[in-house]
T-cell receptor
Framework: GAVVSQHPSRVICKSGTSVKIECRSLDFQATTMFWYRQFPKQSLMLMATSNEGSKATYEQGVEKDKFLINHASLTLSTLTVTSAHPEDSSFYIC????????????FGSGTQLSVL | GQQLNQSPQSMFIQEGEDVSMNCTSSSIFNTWLWYKQDPGEGPVLLIALYKAGELTSNGRLTAQFGTTRKDSFLNISASIPSDVGIYFCAGPHNYGQNFVFGPGTRLSVLP
């Protein structure tokens, strides 16, 4: 399967600081990438849809000024958690939509964010 | 909106046993994707289904695209400890770019 790389895998930061998470499709181009948040023992919660070269589409209840998404190239999307607070602590996962015809979605390995 | 339901929510089985789980929806899906997620990791694509009635295998895993297009099934034969994890079904949303995910089936394998 195709590879999606997500970094960092784990980050601990102080309250009030910003954290950037990168999501790269390594062996395919992805016009569309998705960002999810996952709470323990729960399913994936879609935060936003990221389209290359355009503004991200945020799901209802997700603060766009808090979670900045940039998709400047066909292989890279970034999520920046601005002015992080302890309630932002969570597991964040990105995915990239396969462009090869058949509908598929490939995921990064996730980022565990802990805000102190 | 479109929703996916998965059954069972969780299951405990003995090593060596076969496992069956399903995914259902009130609306039609044209693609069914099955994923496995290990703790602290992102979901990994196991099987993709694109045609009603399609039966596809990946090693000990077999998945089927239901003929009504409203359900899909995943079977695991001769379970082993590394099968432990959460299994999600998913499908592309009919009216948007995103994908719909089921709540997952949590599998535990007892030695």
């Amino acid at each position: 399967g195709a590879v999606v790389s997500q970094h960092p895998s784990r980050v601990i930061c102080k309250s009030g600081t910003s954290v950037k998470i990168e999501c790269r499709s390594l062996d395919f181009q992805a016009t569309t990438m998705f960002w999810y948040r996952q709470f323990p023992k729960q399913s994936l919660m879609l935060m936003a849809t990221s389209n290359e070269g355009s503004k991200a589409t945020y799901e209802q209840g997700v603060e766009k000024d808090k979670f900045l998404i940039n998709h400047a190239s066909l292989t890279l999307s970034t999520l920046t958690v601005t002015s992080a607070h302890p309630e932002d602590s969570s597991f964040y996962i990105c995915s990239a939509r396969w462009q090869g015809g058949a509908e598929k979605l490939f995921f990064g390995s996730g980022t565990q964010l802990s805000v102190l | 909106g479109q929703q996916l339901n998965q059954s069972p929510q969780s299951m405990f089985i003995q090593e060596g046993e076969d496992v069956s789980m399903n995914c259902t929806s009130s609306s039609i899906f044209n693609t069914w994707l099955w994923y496995k997620q290990d703790p602290g990791e992102g979901p990994v694509l196991l099987i993709a289904l694109y045609k009603a009635g399609e039966l596809t295998s990946n090693g000990r895993l077999t998945a089927q695209f239901g003929t009504t297009r409203k359900d899909s099934f995943l079977n695991i034969s001769a379970s082993i400890p590394s099968d432990v994890g959460i299994y999600f079904c998913a499908g592309p949303h009919n009216y948007g770019q995103n994908f719909v995910f089921g709540p997952g089936t949590r599998l535990s394998v007892l030695p």
